[in-house]
């Protein structure tokens, strides 16, 4: 009995620093915010500022904008390009880094320094290689020169703005989701390798049945992350496209390349309507913790089958 | 056997090309950094005419009073060590507890920790500042416009990836390894302090990576706490000072960058052989 | 132990500063950084002779922050400047709780651009901006081109055509140097739209803007103006037009890549830094078929003073000072080339097109800013996809006229 009285002590002892910080800074703020979202909050002094309950009114409203619904259906696209595209590079750089290339270690650190700079950064120095260093480019090699033609500017329209969005968001990503896979590589012990060449597999046999089943635990967190911070992407979107070239959708012009997180901050501080931004947040969470559930179950579903 | 060589060589030069096609956005950072404003919106792919240039933009960074930038990046530096050393002292603890109980509520509260890591920045941004204000008002303890507050702030923000992450590897340490400490008369702390923690090095190492960077680099946060244009800035804060509502000194803020970049590669650098070694060891150990 | 001191050392925060100065400390802040170093150093010289300490915070960037997210932040964190900066009505709405009436200041006698609601003055106003069309006298010149004769679309039409046909010989990529990209809204969706809100009005007359804000849309007045920015985009160089940032749309007119340049005298210093010395005025916008000869002067925003500042009187001080002592004047025109909204000031700034925005104004040839009279979402978020649709060439002429007409009418 003492024993499990002692475990138990521990148990909350050690949990209590996490336990209160995270009640404090993130608990009480986010029911604060669920609890602004049904209400006219709006964090200024306008003359008629008291805290009024509005129901779902700015739920309501959220639904009702073309820009919402369209900030959904480009975030789903670029999220789902996103995480393809970085999880197909970061595995094949990872089976580069951990091959028999001479440089290897020189490549490991080189991929991975993208990842050091912050995201507002990334996108203005990716702005200024679209808009001005490529078109440069194509005035100086002449078989480029399409390049330079202003019609074939990539931030100059929707379809190509996204797939910028996708280049430089694995840019960024890449680095650090290919540091998970060559750990789960590194931890594929080499006798397993030894013994598959003994018994006359090949490079792709044995990939497919080695290596592949020791990435898959490391393939549920890394479709994870992806997932996540695709869906959560702010920074580039505003530094690189600033919401991007207009579209229309229903009948309405909007900014073709504006993900949900830019719409939540266009809507609190562009259009002052700090509680109706709240009320998008949590549609935002509800609907980004139903993907992650789904996500997670299936792949952890497909990590016991392999 | 040649066939093997040449495929190798084929690939060690695709993958040179790939490299320094991947690194081609710091060639463009760091020539035009050499370039006065105006040339490097209208010859942004031209070579520098003086190097020195870069000295002179950053001589005028270093020592102008506006930006402060010295004291900025003090205050970075502390910020960021001090988080640091927080989020992995408290999360590795908190995961390892977590593990070896394996009651309902330490799953339950192990979800709680992860599903958090969804949560955006956005629905909590402002109900933060108006939390944090109430409690100065109530106890007088002042979170708003200090370290500490900000410190504090990112162990609540860096814990859930944390704990997630030193809760798999913990999982794969061996039980026999404390059952044999506890019999040799180890109390529980001392089990976890003394055999537990050392050997997570190298999980500790990229937590610390992970956070590191995202903690160097943020600007939201920093900006809501610490306040823009006031006494204690971050570096990404100060940085911000160059862009103007219409007007963006390129020079400046590509140096600047630079200037903000460099330490962190530098230290990247240092520390990847120590990580490289550690997750090495780590793996060979299973 | 080093734990216990650097604990201390980063909960101790920074509220130390320089807060053994006897007096009263003020915090201003505004957005335009541009002008942040010489506003530092003012407050230094006026920390200095009055005793008191004045802070400066500049927030700026159409990106970064805003002016309006950083005061909800810092009002929600109790730390509400004690001056702060309003662009117009749909501003002040939002603090009007804790705007102060400065009827009564000193200053208010000397300026006619004060901002006022209902018969009360709460807003000091800043500086004296203008715009217009901004030519290349030297080149139009060459081209036999009378500056005067542009105050009317064919005029335009037809001095634009001539100059794309001389594109060889002036040595320009384009005839106009004009922005639509996305983080140019400001250029179509506030300046180029007041175009339609004010040209050829007398100053101050808000009949267009109350008839779109009811949604009641003057067609004729509208199609003329849809020719005006049709014309624009088909003589503007495409890659500024569509991706150009500031300063390159800046630069293009500097370079001499183009002959004009949809911008106001706010670009002075960008002039200055790329070495143009050629001759250069503003002309009048061309949006409508019978002549408009004049541009658009006004102050583009205003120092307000925060009511619940504990330090009022201080900070009414700042704002007159600025006014009527030397220092204060020297830093307004001098240090940071503003053109003074007072009358009492006779320094003039040194920028050509800043002097040709003051020649406008004393000759009484002014249109007023109304384009803040609709909310920045409103231009911001509807208009200003409408404009760029138009840019990029996914919409014609007779769509935009109907989007345009319908985003008014969603007004009512």
Redesign the interface.
């Known amino acids: 009995m003492n024993k499990q009285r002692k475990t138990n002590l521990i148990f909350w002892l050690f949990l209590a620093p996490v336990l209160f910080t995270f009640i404090m800074v993130i608990v009480i703020p986010f029911f604060m915010g669920i609890f602004y979202s049904f209400t006219n909050w709006?964090?200024?002094?306008?003359?008629d500022?008291t805290l009024q309950f509005v129901g779902l009114a700015n739920f309501k409203n959220s639904f009702q904008d073309p820009?919402f619904i369209y900030s959904f259906i480009i975030t789903s696209l670029y999220t789902v390009l996103n995480v393809l595209f970085i999880n197909a590079v970061a595995l094949i750089l990872a089976l580069v880094v951990t091959s028999r290339l001479k440089l290897k270690n020189i490549y490991r650190v080189g991929f991975f320094i993208p990842n050091l700079i912050g995201g507002?950064v990334l996108g203005y120095i990716w702005q200024f290689i679209?808009?001005?260093a490529i078109?440069a480019l194509g005035n100086i090699i002449p078989v480029l020169d399409f390049l330079s033609n202003?019609?074939n500017?990539v931030?100059?329209?929707v379809g190509s703005s996204v797939t910028a969005l996708v280049i430089v968001g694995t840019w960024q990503y890449a680095g650090y989701i290919m540091m998970i896979y060559v750990a789960a590589i590194e931890g594929v012990p080499e006798s397993l390798f030894e013994a598959a060449t003994i018994d006359g597999a090949n490079e792709f046999q044995k990939f497919k049945n080695i290596t592949v089943p020791m990435v898959a635990q490391a393939f549920t967190i890394t479709m994870f992350l992806t997932l996540v911070q695709s869906f959560k992407q702010f920074d580039v979107n505003?530094?690189l496209?600033?919401?991007?070239?207009?579209?229309?959708f229903r009948g309405t012009?909007?900014?073709g390349t504006e993900l949900l997180s830019l719409n939540i901050y266009?809507t609190?501080?562009?259009?002052?309507m700090?509680a109706e931004g709240q009320a998008r947040a949590v549609v935002f969470f509800v609907v980004l913790v139903v993907i992650s559930v789904i996500q997670v179950s299936i792949n952890k579903k497909k990590e016991v089958e392999l | 056997m040649t066939e093997n060589k040449s495929r190798l060589v084929v690939l060690e030069a695709v993958t040179a090309i790939v490299f320094l096609l991947f690194l081609f956005p710091f060639f463009i950072l760091v020539i035009n950094s050499a370039k006065?404003?105006?040339s490097i919106?209208?010859y942004p792919m031209a070579m520098p005419e003086k190097w020195s240039l870069i000295f002179q933009n950053m001589k005028k960074i270093w020592t102008s009073?506006?930006i402060r930038y010295p004291s900025s990046f003090m205050t970075s530096t502390?910020v960021t060590v001090?988080s640091l050393i927080v989020i992995n002292t408290f999360s590795s603890q908190a995961a390892w507890v977590l593990v070896r109980n394996n009651s309902r509520i330490s799953k339950i509260i192990f979800l709680v920790f992860v599903a958090a890591m969804v949560i955006p920045f956005q629905i909590v941004m402002?109900p933060l500042?108006?939390w944090?204000?109430k409690i100065?008002?109530v106890t007088g303890i002042?979170l708003?416009?200090?370290?500490?507050?900000l410190?504090l702030s990112y162990l609540g923000f860096g814990l859930s990836l944390s704990i997630f992450m030193f809760h798999g590897f913990i999982k794969s340490i061996p039980y026999e390894l404390e059952e044999a400490a506890t019999i040799d008369g180890c109390r529980k702390d001392q089990v976890f302090y003394r055999i537990i923690f050392p050997l997570l090095t190298p999980i500790h190492a990229t937590v610390m990576i992970l956070n590191g960077i995202w903690i160097w680099n943020d600007?939201l946060l920093p900006?809501?706490i610490?306040?823009?244009?006031?006494?204690?800035q971050t570096i990404p804060l100060a940085v911000?000072?160059?862009?103007?509502?219409?007007?963006?000194q390129?020079d400046l803020i590509l140096t600047a960058i630079l200037m903000a970049i460099i330490p962190i590669i530098v230290f990247f650098l240092f520390a990847q052989k120590y990580i490289i070694k550690g997750m090495v060891a780590g793996s060979i150990k299973s | 132990m080093v734990m216990t001191a650097?604990?201390s050392l980063?909960?101790?925060?920074?509220?130390n500063?320089a807060g053994t100065s006897k007096g009263a400390t003020i915090t201003l802040?505004q957005?335009?950084?541009?002008i942040?170093?010489a506003l530092?150093d003012y407050a230094k010289i006026w920390n200095e002779k009055t005793g008191n300490t004045a802070?400066?915070?500049?927030?700026?960037?159409?990106?970064?922050?805003?002016l309006?997210?950083?005061?909800?932040?810092?009002?929600?964190?109790?730390?509400m400047p004690d001056i702060f900066i309003i662009a117009g009505i749909?501003d002040y709405?939002?603090?009007?709780?804790?705007?102060l009436d400065l009827s009564n200041e000193k200053w208010v006698k000397e300026t006619s651009v004060a901002f006022t609601k209902d018969g009360k003055v709460y807003g000091f106003p800043v500086a004296v901006e203008g715009w217009g069309m901004a030519y290349n006298a030297d080149m139009l010149s060459k081209a036999g081109i009378d500056p005067a004769s542009l105050d009317n679309y064919e005029a335009y039409r037809s001095a634009f055509e001539k100059l794309d046909s001389m594109k060889d010989k002036l040595g320009i990529d384009s005839v106009v140097s004009m922005a639509a990209?996305?983080?140019m809204g400001?250029v179509t969706a506030h300046h180029n739209f007041n175009s339609l809100l004010s040209n050829g009005l007398p100053y101050g007359d808000m009949s267009v803007v109350n008839q779109l804000l009811k949604g009641q849309v003057d067609m004729k007045r509208l199609n003329e103006y849809a020719d005006w920015v049709e014309l624009l985009f088909k003589y503007a160089?495409?890659?500024i037009?569509?991706?150009?940032?500031?300063?390159?749309q800046v630069?293009a007119f500097a370079?001499q890549k183009a002959a004009f340049l949809h911008q106001g005298n706010?670009v002075d210093?960008?002039i200055k830094?790329?070495n143009a010395t050629f001759k250069m005025a503003f002309a009048p916008h061309g949006s409508m078929h019978t002549a408009t000869d004049g541009i658009f002067v006004a102050a583009p925003s205003f120092y307000v003073i925060n009511s619940e500042s504990k330090n009022i009187e201080a900070a009414k001080q700042f704002l007159n000072d600025m006014v009527f002592t030397q220092e204060g004047q020297d830093f307004m025109v001098n240090k940071a080339g503003m053109i003074p909204a007072y009358s009492n000031v006779k320094l003039n700034p040194a920028g050509q097109l800043s002097k040709s925005v003051q020649q406008w104004a004393a000759e009484g040839k002014v249109y007023s800013w109304n384009q803040y009279n609709f909310?920045?979402?409103f231009r911001?978020?509807?208009l200003?996809?409408?404009y760029?649709?138009f840019a990029?060439g996914?919409?014609d002429k007779a769509k935009f006229i109907e989007?345009m007409k319908k985003a008014f009418e969603g007004l009512k």
């Open positions: 709006s964090s200024s002094a306008r003359a500022s820009s507002l679209f808009n001005n078109p202003p019609d500017l931030l100059s329209k505003v530094s496209t600033a919401g991007g070239p207009s579209a229309i012009p909007l900014f266009n609190a501080f562009v259009k002052n700090l | 006065d404003a105006f919106t209208q009073e506006n502390t001090l402002f500042l108006s944090y204000r100065y008002v002042k708003l416009r200090t370290q500490g507050g410190i600007y900006l809501l610490l306040g823009k244009g006031n006494k204690v911000a000072n160059f862009a103007g509502a219409y007007v963006k390129w | 650097l604990t980063v909960f101790a925060g920074g509220n500063e802040m957005n335009k950084p541009e942040d170093g530092k802070v400066v915070k500049s927030v700026g960037g159409s990106s970064s922050i805003t309006g997210q950083q005061l909800k932040a810092d009002y929600a964190a109790g730390d749909e709405k939002e603090w009007e709780g804790i705007i990209g996305p983080e400001w160089d495409k890659a037009l569509t991706t150009g940032n500031y300063d390159a630069g370079t706010w210093p960008n830094a790329a909310t920045g979402d911001d978020l509807t200003a996809p409408i760029n649709q990029n996914s919409i989007l």
